[in-house]
C-alpha cells in the first residue's frame, strides 16, 4: 500500500494535483517530469516504464511487472530506472500524463484517496473514472496489505488496548507517543480520517499529531524497538506482525479501507501494446496470500536479498 506525499492537500490527494506548467506535476518536494508518451515508440514495438512508490511490497510487485513484461511480445525493454522513487502522488499522475506506463496501486486508495469526491462504490466505477484520465484499472490480486496501528503486547497489556477505541479512549487522558508514516499522517484515509472517524477531540489529535515522531513508512518499527515511540502505523503485510511480540489492535469501527493491490496503466500503452494485460492479471491471481507478500518482504528487508532476485524466483516457484 503502501505512502502519500508529505503535506499533500485533499486535492492532491484525489489526484488532482496543482501544476506549474504543461507537462509539470508539482509535489512538496520535488518536480516530476510527466513526458507524455514521446520517444517510446518504434516500429518493433514499445519501451515501457515501469515505476512504483518508496516501499518493499511496492517495489517489489514493481519488479514481478518488469520480469514479467520483459518476456511480452511488443514491448522492446523495460525501464525500470525510477522504481522505488516515486510517492503515490506522484505514481498516479505520471501515469495519467505517461511520464509512467505502469505501477501497482492499491485499491482502498483508489476508493478513499484518488478518486475520493467522487465516492465510487465498485471497481467498475472506479474504472470509469480512471479512464477519464488515461488510466486503466486492471484485475485487483487478492492479499490486503490495510493500514494497521500497532503496539507491543506489554504495552497492549498495561493499558489494556484491543481495539482502535480503546487507543482512541487513551488520547485524552494520557501520553501515548506515536511514530507514523510521512504520508499516512496526512492522508484522509490514514491518519486524518482516523481520528475523525474515532471521535478523537480535534485540538487533542492536533496536539498528538504535532508530537508525533514522522518518518517513512519502513522505518516506524525502528521507533518502536528502540521504545522511541509506544504505538506506529503498519500494513498489514509487514513481516514484523508475525512476531509474538507485537500486536496490531482491532479496527472495530472498520475505518481503514480493504487495499488490494491492482495494476495501473496509461490507456494509452494498453491500446498500443494489448498483450501486457493478460499477464499482469494473471500476476494479480497470484498475489492471493498476505502470508506471501510477508515471506517476500522480509527477504529483502531482513535477509538482504534484492527484489529483482526475489521476484524472478518467486515466478519461477509459480509455473
Known sequence: MTATAAGCTDDEMSGSEPTDEEGTTSTDD???????????????GRDVAVGSKRFTENVLLAELSVSLLSRVDGVTSILEETIGERTT???????????????WEYTGTLFRSHYAHESPETIEEVRKLAADDDIAVLEPGGFDNTYELVTTDSFASEHGLETL??????FGDSDVRFGLGDEFVHRIDGWRGFVDAYDVDADRANEI?????????????DLLEAEEVDVVMGFSTDPELGGADLVALEDDRSFFP???PVALVHQPT?????????????????LDST?????????VDDDGEDPSTVATAFLAEER
Not at 31 to 44: K, P, Y
Not at 165 to 170: C, P, S, V
Not at 209 to 221: H, L, M, Q, R
Open 291 to 299: 502470508e506471501t507478500m510477508r515471506e517476500l518482504i522480509a527477504r
Open 30 to 44: 520535488e518536480t516530476t517530469t510527466t513526458d507524455g508518451d514521446a520517444d517510446r515508440d518504434s516500429s518493433n
Open 209 to 221: 499529531t504535532s508530537d508525533a515522531e514522522v518518518v517513512p513508512a519502513g522505518s516506524t518499527y
Open 165 to 170: 477505541t480503546d487507543l482512541a479512549e487513551k
Open 270 to 286: 494498453l491500446e498500443a501494446v494489448p498483450e501486457i494485460e493478460a499477464p499482469l492479471n494473471d500476476l494479480a491471481s497470484l
Open 89 to 103: 502522488v506522484q505514481s498516479f499522475v505520471d501515469t495519467e500524463y505517461g511520464g509512467l506506463d505502469h505501477y
Open 258 to 260: 480493504t487495499y488490494n
